[in-house]
């Protein structure tokens, strides 16, 4: 996805086992999602929603003083380098059994 620089980003899925989803509707996701970028970014200078097949994605751009801050940010996408490992690691705890037990790269 293209969006002319950086944004926000955040990903909220339902708790689903066993193909039973235990928690969470896709209204309650998108409810989550704004309240974690609550405070961050500039909806008027771009926001965009996606739902994907596990989650609903929400990204926003910068506001004019975090892009000021950030300098020259370069965007890097680690989807299936060392960094994603270690980032999907990090998260594994906080994350249902289910999903502890995946790989880096079952991960989308």
């Not at 270690?86 to 998260?91: G, K, L, N, S, T």
Request: hydrophobic share 40%.
């Amino acid at each position: 996805m293209q969006l002319g620089g950086p944004v926000w980003h955040v990903s909220v899925a339902p708790l689903v086992v066993d193909d039973i989803a235990f928690t969470g509707t896709e209204t309650m996701c998108w409810a989550y999602a704004v309240d974690a970028l609550e405070g961050v970014g500039n909806a008027s200078l771009g926001e965009w929603r996606e739902r994907g097949d596990l989650a609903v994605h929400l990204r926003r751009r910068l506001s004019a003083r975090e892009r000021r801050d950030a300098g020259s940010l370069t965007v890097v996408d680690v989807r299936g380098t060392d960094e994603h490992t270690r980032r999907i690691d990090r998260m594994k705890p906080f994350l249902p059994p289910v999903m502890r037990r995946m790989t880096a790269l079952e991960y989308p």
